[in-house]
């Protein structure tokens, strides 16, 4: 089993930066690729960014590309995504998800998913 547990949410003014943190319990995070998705309100939840279990692959959502950067610590068992010129399209409950095996890009593939956190951005 694995618990994720994401934060660095929170009220920001659009153009902003915040940068989410994924933390994970458990050895076997290193082995995982990680997932970053969001939900907004009324509406599916959504791709954002991923990254492979080394961080030597990343994939990043059209909608975001240029404005945020995925990353991992294995060490640390915690994946960050960085979030710069925030706009108000960009407020949701983001997740973090872990996969073992499978397409990144498709969500029944992830095996573990955190709570959330909000990101509610201000224009």
């Known amino acids: 089993q694995m618990q994720l547990v994401e934060s660095g949410g929170g009220l920001v003014q659009a153009g902003a930066s915040l940068r989410l943190s994924c933390a994970a319990s458990?050895?076997?995070?290193?082995?995982?690729?990680v997932g970053w998705w969001r939900q907004a309100p009324g509406k599916e939840r959504d791709f954002v960014a991923a990254?492979?279990?080394?961080?030597?692959?990343?994939f990043v959502g059209d909608s975001v590309k240029g404005r945020f950067t995925i990353s991992r610590d294995n060490a640390k068992n915690t994946a960050y995504l960085e979030m710069n010129r925030l706009n108000s399209e960009d407020t949701a409950v983001y997740y973090c998800?872990?996969?073992?095996?499978?397409?990144?890009?498709?969500?029944?593939?992830?095996?573990?998913w955190g709570q959330g956190t909000q990101v509610t951005v201000s224009s």
């Open positions: 998800a872990a996969t073992r095996t499978g397409n990144v890009l498709r969500q029944g593939q992830y095996d573990y």
């Open positions: 458990g050895r076997l995070f290193s082995s995982y690729a």
């Open positions: 990254i492979n279990y080394n961080a030597e692959g990343t």
